[in-house]
């Protein structure tokens, strides 16, 4: 069972709708996650970054971890055209996991 | 701060040949990592890096070495390069020092083909 797993997509969404991006992780000792953009030909960037169970709000984008049931969500309100890149879940120890990632497209 | 650069950019192998890609972070960051990524199947770890003259394997090391002897480059080094190892390899730094924020810094990437 992989570590951390994600839909790849695409998911295309109408410009101003909002954006639930999901991922599941295997081990309940997780702790650490976090959530990257990556543009196109890009290297990934950090959006988010959690520990342990609740929301996180930064501006557009809240990051949630939910424990008892191992899943991880990243929501973006108000999508914009330039909100659309892949976006990866991670789960932090020694090393990073990656998720495979979703690709999103916002529609204008 | 340059932050973490990567050369080359591109680059093109036969099957059979050697090289090195070449990762340096001016952050004096102590983890360092190396991933590859393949299209639709997210970043995959090759190598990772703890301290200068530490290093790790990750998920998918084969075909490669690495070697850290400063805390500023991290090089991976493809011995007898294959068709699967065409792919997009990203280097990667981040502190893991306490009261740092962990957050993990990109490189711009190196496509590399191996035909």
């Known amino acids: 069972q992989k570590e951390v797993e994600q839909d790849p997509g695409p998911l295309s969404v109408p410009e101003g709708a909002i954006v639930s991006l999901n991922c599941t992780y295997s081990?309940?000792?997780?702790?650490?996650f976090m959530w990257y953009r990556q543009y196109s030909r890009k290297g990934p960037e950090l959006l988010m970054y959690?520990?342990?169970?609740g929301n996180k709000e930064d501006g557009r984008f809240t990051a949630q971890v939910d424990k008892s049931s191992k899943y991880i969500s990243l929501f973006i309100r108000d999508s914009q055209p330039s909100d659309s890149a892949t976006y990866l879940c991670a789960h932090r120890d020694d090393k990073i996991i990656f998720g495979k990632g979703t690709r999103l497209h916002i529609l204008p | 701060n340059a932050g973490v650069t990567q050369t080359p950019k591109f680059r093109i192998l036969k099957i059979g040949q050697s090289m090195t890609l070449q990762c340096t972070q001016d952050m004096n960051h102590n983890y360092m990592y190396w991933y590859r990524q393949d299209p639709g199947m997210g970043l995959k770890l090759i190598y990772y890096?703890?301290?200068?003259?530490?290093?790790d394997k990750g998920e998918v090391p084969n075909g490669y070495n690495v070697s850290r002897s400063t805390t500023e480059d991290f090089p991976l080094r493809l011995e007898l390069a294959a068709p699967s190892q065409t792919s997009v390899y990203f280097c990667?730094?981040?502190?893991?020092?306490?009261?740092?924020?962990?957050?993990?810094?990109f490189g711009p990437g190196t496509r590399l083909t191996v035909t």
């Open positions: 081990n309940s000792a997780f702790q650490y």
């Open positions: 959690t520990y342990s169970s």
């Open positions: 890096s703890v301290g200068a003259g530490i290093t």
């Open positions: 990667a730094s981040t502190s893991r020092l306490a009261g740092s924020s962990y957050e993990q810094y």
